[in-house]
């Protein structure tokens, strides 16, 4: 085993540090050390977290921190934010509401920026969550914005994702995607303090109601739950509900791994195919320039796309497999 | 897209004083010259700056300081750095600092000093000269 991977077993934390930054700078000598870390995971439970700005997921993460650290588990957290589309840059700002955990050697947090990389981000948020749980945190809290799909999707690979909202968003409620209202495993009505709660309470419970299709023959129904991050009111039951969510994953996989779902290791392995095919044959032509004389010429009208297309991938394809 | 090493910055503000509006500043500028910032809120310890910069993997620190504490905030958490093994990490300071500070904080291993005079452009610049990206 490389040192590396024997440091992050042992939990230091600047080679864990480091390892996630090279996972997300998509640097290719991390595969080597995700393949030998790799039986060394599948023991944390992964927590996703999403709503939309500001309803207070981070300053909720924050006392799940403390409630689980009560309870003497370790917990680590990766805490995502979009990238400026305009500079390639982003202000990472999570971890000003967890703050008094940053001397806490049971909790480890890192930011993560979404970057560009289409469908990259599940993948690369789902190494880190291995490096993380190699490191031996008994949960691993995954937070992201959800607005895009590549935020939801991230989210949706946890165990137990939650939906936060918070009263008064009226119509945006019903806006809310019916496909994130589908992934919630738990829905939180945060800012449960301000005027409108039962009304959101209500509105969010007709909504999953009526998507109760999906759930037919589940014995899961998603809890909707009140709760005031800021005060710490509400977290206690809402962290119950969790462990009740994981009793329910436990029995349902009769007690297997939960990565070893069936479901979830079709999902997974899709997705880290596709994007290998996409490193290993878009990342090349980009580099040699062909996409974009291939861009040029659909621009000024001298081919089609679909022959481009064909002109490219076809090649690729025949040197990649040879 | 593989390949890319982004410059990741820690933007801090040590001490007492209430104030983080310099802070957001220049974090906006760092987001807006590509880097990614880490913004990690008002009264930090030294202590818990650096731990937090380990955690994220950061190039370089950024701390701000108006309320006079810089004297010790900034020396210590170079200090700090060093007896984590984590001293490849650049600081650089920012803030009122008197001039006749400058010298001895440069002594004690802030690399930059940047004062009100300092246009953010040229922050940016110094940054992308003077920090490389891992
Ligand atoms: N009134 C009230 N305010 C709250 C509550 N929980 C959080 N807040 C406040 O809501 C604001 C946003 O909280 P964050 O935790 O940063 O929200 P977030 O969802 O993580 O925000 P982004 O990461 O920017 O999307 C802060 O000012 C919190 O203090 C609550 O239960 N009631
Ligand atoms: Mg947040």
């Known amino acids: 085993m490389s040192s590396v991977s024997e440091k992050v077993i ?264 596709k994007n290998r095919l996409i490193e290993e044959v878009l990342d090349g032509l980009t580099e040699t320039g062909e996409f974009e004389k291939a861009v040029d010429s659909i621009v000024e009208g001298k081919l089609d796309p679909y022959t481009a297309c064909d002109n490219i991938v076809l090649p690729a394809l025949a040197t990649n497999t040879r | 897209m593989v390949n890319k090493r982004r410059i990741r910055v820690m933007v801090a503000k040590p001490g007492l004083d209430g104030h983080d509006r310099g802070a957001r500043i220049i974090a906006r500028a760092y987001r807006d010259a590509g880097f990614e910032v880490v913004y990690s809120g008002l009264h930090q310890t030294p202590e818990e700056i650096v731990e937090a910069s380990i955690q994220e993997d950061v190039d370089m620190i950024g701390l701000s300081s108006l309320a006079g504490a810089h004297n010790y905030l900034f020396p210590r958490t170079v200090e700090l750095l060093r007896e984590k093994g984590a001293d490849d990490i650049i600081v650089c300071g920012g803030g009122i600092i008197p001039d006749e500070d400058i010298p001895v904080l440069k002594e004690k291993g802030i690399k930059e000093i940047f004062t009100p005079g300092t246009t953010l452009d040229n922050i940016v610049k110094w940054v992308k000269e003077n920090v490389k990206p891992r």
């Not at chain 1, 939309?52 to 995502?80: C, F, W, Y």
């Not at chain 1, 289409?118 to 490096?131: E, M, N």
């Not at chain 1, 799909?149 to 936060?164: L, M, N, P, R, Y």
């Open chain 1, 10 to 273: 042992a939990g230091d934390v600047r080679t864990v540090a480091r390892l996630i930054r090279d996972i997300d700078d998509g640097m290719p000598n991390v595969r080597e050390v995700l393949k030998e870390l790799y039986p060394a995971t599948g023991n944390a439970y992964v927590i996703g977290i999403t709503g939309a700005p500001g309803v207070g997921k981070s300053t909720l993460v924050d006392q799940m921190i403390s409630h689980l650290r009560e309870d003497n588990k370790t917990v680590g957290v990766l805490a995502v934010d979009p990238t400026s589309p305009f500079s390639g840059g982003a202000i990472l700002g999570d971890r000003i509401r967890m703050q008094r955990h940053s001397m806490d050697e049971g909790v480890f947090i890192r930011s993560m920026a979404t970057r560009g990389h289409f469908g990259g981000l599940t993948l690369s948020t789902r190494s880190a969550i291995d490096v993380l749980d190699a490191m031996g945190k008994d949960y691993i809290i995954v937070e992201t914005v959800g607005v895009g799909q590549d935020e939801v999707d991230v989210v949706k690979s946890a165990h137990t994702t939650v939906i936060v909202v918070i009263p008064g968003m009226g119509d945006d409620i019903q806006a809310i995607k019916a496909g994130i209202l589908e992934i919630g495993d738990i829905f939180l009505i945060n800012k449960a303090d301000r005027e409108g709660a039962d009304k959101t309470l209500s509105d969010l419970r007709l909504m999953t109601d009526m998507d109760q299709k999906k759930h037919e023959g589940d014995k899961w129904t998603p809890p909707i739950l009140k709760a005031q991050a800021v005060f710490d009111t509400g977290v206690a039951e809402f962290l119950e509900e969790i462990e009740k969510h994981r009793k329910y994953l436990l029995d349902i996989t009769e007690g297997l791994q939960f990565r070893k779902d069936k479901h979830r290791v079709q999902e997974e392995l899709r997705d880290m195919m």
